[in-house]
């Protein structure tokens, strides 16, 4: 996948074209500067545009967690992510037996290719993505004021959590949930930092990426820490 600029598409219809401009004047302007009015100038569509299509605050808000759903589901699509091995023993079987050698094997083959796809999806983000980020916090932000909002942006959070947890099921995870937690938690740590944080002055590179995010999931996938040294993945 050729990873996409921030600006919408010059072909989207009306209420894309509308949701994508609230999004950039989210991260340019913040919440402040999110407008009916504004977002209709910044289109350069007719007065009173916007508010046709959401008539309300909370509708156009709506409208803008939609569409960096699926502006933020295209930066890793599914066929980038590793397909889980057949034959491995699920979670609860890994925790039942997390010595046995298959589920080792299992979960040490399984962490370049989700320290890969994860390294990847990250390093898109910060040097393709930016605005997404920024327009992102904003909206999380402000879902904590919204309960209508806050449920729209959980659905679409969903989106990404639940094949994070997948993955790390059929990876031989002793506990997917509680490390999704750790691994969403830490991509997201990571991309606030390199965007609004400490750390925003440099993007880190892919290499890095990939060699912080195998150490992670090398404390959670059984065996993972003994196939880091034979897949050279720590070493980049």
Do not use: K
Not at 53 to 75: I, M, W
Not at 198 to 221: K, N, Y
């Amino acid at each position: 996948m050729n990873a996409r600029d921030d600006h919408a598409p010059s072909a989207a219809s009306r209420p894309q074209l509308i949701a994508d401009t609230a999004l950039r004047l989210l991260a340019e302007r913040g919440m402040r500067g999110l407008t009916h009015r504004a977002v209709d100038e910044a289109a350069g569509l007719p007065q009173g545009s916007t508010s046709n299509l959401a008539r309300t605050r909370a509708a156009l808000l709506e409208a803008a967690v939609g569409r960096l759903a699926e502006r933020e589901a295209a930066v890793l699509t599914p066929d980038e992510l590793p397909r889980p091995q057949r034959d491995r023993p699920s979670g609860a079987e890994a925790g039942a037996g997390a010595a046995s050698g298959a589920g080792a094997a299992a979960g040490g083959a399984e962490v370049p290719a989700l320290a890969e796809a994860l390294s990847l999806a990250l390093h898109r983000y910060l040097t393709h993505h930016r605005e997404l980020l920024l327009a992102r916090y904003e909206l999380a932000l402000e879902a904590t004021r919204r309960p209508a909002l806050r449920e729209v942006y959980d659905r679409a959070g969903r989106a990404f959590r639940e094949p994070v947890v997948a993955m790390l099921a059929a990876a031989g995870s002793a506990a997917p949930e509680r490390h999704a937690l750790s691994v969403v938690a830490w991509c997201d740590g990571v991309l606030f930092s390199c965007t609004a944080g400490q750390f925003h002055a440099a993007v880190p590179t892919r290499a890095a990426l990939r060699t912080s995010c195998a150490e992670l999931l090398a404390g959670m996938l059984p065996g993972a820490g003994a196939s880091r040294g034979r897949t050279g993945v720590a070493r980049e």
